[in-house]
């Protein structure tokens, strides 16, 4: 067992949530043993917050991992595991919030989840496969699908709710008529995409930052190497003796914001932890915020139709494009 121990947060809801999470999403996926074994690992490691989601198809193999891990001693009890999943688009609607959390909850073979999310502020048709949206878009009922949030809370389902991918105006409706404020809006979030508006707004709401793509997701479609090619975390690296993801990772934990890690290599899934135990300077946090071109990573634009909710990205972000 390692003997690695990440700082938690107390959120809103009162639930402690560790700050560094592992997150389960990946194309394509692993076959569900090898995903059960490196989720073992990751326990074995010293993660023990996970993110998983209904849309990521990882949720079967988080569960058997959680299992085996009790089974096994890794970890003493339930409580010692932090377990966050989400809403799907095609399940954002009042009657179907509830149903889907417990068809999530049978797949991780859980009794409760530490959080769930809101996965974006989108509906879609029931049934609509992958990102295929055109013309499959529906007005988005945020006031009666986060009601069915807070039932699902007060149920004891879920240990705390919470949103992923709102900006400021969005939540600001939220915050309107929620009974349960959001404790959690989870956002992509790194050195190449800093979130200052957005986090200076949920600072001030009480409402905890989590920080999606926190290495830019240079993997992925849709990613970019801004991150993990930036001369300026190379530069500072060097000088600390730590890798440019180690420099981009500890960057967003000293924001105050919770970090999902995701790799699948054991070597770097060990390093991502390794940001515990040392700091950037103020000059090396200066260079960061003002030296590193700031683009948003996922642009959102399979959320943008003529004739959808959302004409134009500045909608889908709340002008924070």
């Known amino acids: 067992m390692s003997d ?4 938690e947060v107390v959120l809103s809801s009162g639930t402690r949530m560790p700050l560094i999470g592992m997150g389960g999403a990946t194309t394509p ?3 569900p043993d090898v995903l059960t074994s490196i989720f073992l690992d990751a326990i074995e490691f010293g993660y023990h917050h996970f993110d998983t989601a209904a849309y990521y198809g990882s ?7 959680v299992a085996e891990a009790l089974d096994q001693g890794l970890v003493k009890s339930r409580g010692d595991i932090f377990i966050t999943t989400k809403l799907w688009c095609t399940d954002a609607h009042p009657d179907l919030v509830l ?5 999530s909850l049978q797949r991780l073979g859980l009794e409760y989840v530490d959080l769930y999310l809101i996965h974006w502020p989108v509906r879609v048709k029931e049934g609509t496969p992958g990102f295929d949206f055109k013309g499959k878009m529906l007005p988005f009922d945020m006031r009666g699908t986060w009601e069915a949030m807070e039932e699902c809370s007060k149920l004891g389902l879920a240990k705390a709710i919470g949103v992923s991918n709102f900006g400021t105006k969005k939540l600001s409706q939220l915050l309107m008529h929620a009974t349960i ?15 200052e508006k957005l986090r200076a707004y949920c600072r001030e709401k009480g409402i905890h930052v989590s920080a999606w793509s926190p290495l830019g997701a240079s993997g992925a479609p849709w990613g970019s190497s801004v991150v993990v090619e930036s001369p300026v975390l190379k530069e500072i690296g060097m000088a600390k003796g730590k890798t440019v993801a180690q420099v981009a990772l500890r960057w967003v934990y ?9 790799s699948f290599n054991k070597e770097r899934m060990k390093e991502n932890l390794q940001i515990l135990d040392w700091e950037l300077s103020q000059e090396d946090s200066d260079k960061i915020k003002l030296q590193i071109p700031q683009r948003r990573g996922y642009s959102g634009g399979m ?4 004739d959808g909710p959302y004409k134009s990205l500045d909608e889908l972000w709340d002008g924070d494009v």
């Open 29 to 31: 996926l692993p076959p």
């Open 4 to 7: 690695v121990v990440v700082p």
């Open 181 to 195: 404020p959001p404790a959690v809006n989870q956002v992509e979030m790194n050195v190449g995409w800093q979130q």
């Open 303 to 306: 959320f943008v139709f003529e």
């Open 254 to 262: 000293e924001q105050g914001a919770s970090v999902i890690v995701k």
């Open 59 to 65: 949720e079967e193999a988080l569960g058997r991992a």
């Open 99 to 103: 149903p889907a959390l417990k068809k």
